[in-house]
C-alpha cells in the first residue's frame, strides 16, 4: 500500500528481452537465453521501422555481447552491420552503437580500437558501465596502465559491486597479481546479484586456477559457473579442459560434446582456443617479470588466459611440441 493506504498493484515482472535490457544498462551480463530473446524482439522491430536508430542500437549492442562470448565469426559481421546502420541513421551517435562497436574490438583484439571507441561511448555518457569494462580491458592491452587504473576508479565510483570488482580482476591479473585477482573475484561471485553475474565471476575464478596450475579448482569454479549459467560457453569449454588436464579424457570428450551440442557454432571456444584438449595439462606457475605491453593476449571470445591455437606446433607443459590437429 502507498501512503494514502491504496493498494498498488506489483510491478509486472521483466519479459526475457526485457530482463537483457536491464541488465545492459546496469552492465552486468544478461543471460544467454535472455539475450537471445532480446535479439528476436528488435530484429523484428527493425523489420518493421528500418529507420528506429534505438532498435538497431540496441540490437547491435545486444549481438556484439553474443559474439564476444561466443567467437562465433558470422556473430560478428552481423553486429556490426546493425551498429553501422544505427550511427548512418543521423544526429547524436548513440552511446550504446559506440559501446558495441567497442566491445567487438576488443573481441577481434584490435584493442587501438577498442579504446577508441570505448573513449567515445564514455565521454558520451559517462555514467554508464558498459564503456569502463571495455576500457578496463583495452588499455592493458596498448600497455596504458594508468588508463586502466584511471577506469576502474571511476567504475567503481559509478557502480560500486560485483560488476567493477571483476573487472578489478581483470587489470590484477594483467599485472601478476594473481592473489589480488583471486580474492577480487572471489568476492565478486559471493555478491553477485544474477546468475550470470555469478557465472561470469567464477568462470574467471576458473581460468586463474588453470593459470595456477590448479586443474581440480579450475573444475569445481568452472562447475560453479554452470550451476549458474548452465549455457555459459566459456565455463562449459574450460571444463572439458580441465577434465582433460587431470586426465579424465572419456569425461573430457563427452563435456566437449555435450558444449557443441548445446551451441554448434564453428569459432566457439571449444572448437578453436580448446582444440588441443586432448593434450591438456595445467599450464606452469606463472611469473610475474613480462610486462602487460608483451604478455601475451586472449584469443577473441574466449575468457581471459586461454591460449591462442594457430594450427601449427603448441608446446605443452613438460612435453615436447606437439601438433595440433585443428
Known sequence: MDRLGQDRAAPAPLTPAGRALAAAGAGRPAA??????????????????????????????????????????????????????????????????????????????DWAGAVRWGEAARDRAPGRVGAYRVLLEAYPGTGDAEGADRALERLRKVRPGPVAEVAAAW????????????????????????????????????????????????????????????????????????????????????????????????????SRANCCWRWAAPPRRPTTSRSPATRRRPWPGTAYGRSRCSGGWRRTTGTRPRRCGC
Open 32 to 109: 544467454l537465453a535472455d539475450l537471445a530473446a532480446l535479439i528476436g524482439e528488435r530484429r523484428e522491430r527493425v523489420r518493421r521501422a528500418p529507420a528506429d536508430r534505438a532498435s538497431w542500437a540496441v540490437l547491435g549492442a545486444a549481438l556484439a555481447e553474443r559474439a564476444a562470448r561466443s567467437g562465433a565469426p558470422g556473430a560478428y559481421t552481423e553486429a556490426e552491420r546493425a551498429l553501422q546502420r544505427a550511427l548512418a541513421q543521423g544526429g547524436t551517435p548513440d552511446v550504446r552503437a559506440l559501446t558495441g562497436l567497442a566491445v567487438l574490438a576488443a573481441a577481434r583484439q
Open 171 to 270: 587489470v590484477h591479473r594483467e599485472r601478476g597479481w594473481r592473489e589480488d585477482a583471486e580474492a577480487t573475484v572471489y568476492d565478486a561471485a559471493a555478491r553477485a546479484a544474477t546468475p550470470a553475474e555469478r557465472a561470469a565471476a567464477l568462470s574467471r575464478a576458473g581460468d586463474l586456477a588453470w593459470e595456477r596450475g590448479e586443474a581440480e579448482t579450475a573444475l569445481a569454479r568452472y562447475e560453479g559457473a554452470l550451476r549458474a549459467e548452465p549455457e555459459h560457453e566459456g565455463a562449459a569449454a574450460g571444463r572439458a579442459r580441465a577434465l582433460a588436464g587431470l586426465g579424465r579424457s572419456e569425461e573430457a570428450l563427452a563435456a566437449w560434446a555435450r558444449a557443441r551440442a548445446a551451441a554448434p557454432r564453428p569459432g566457439t571456444p571449444w
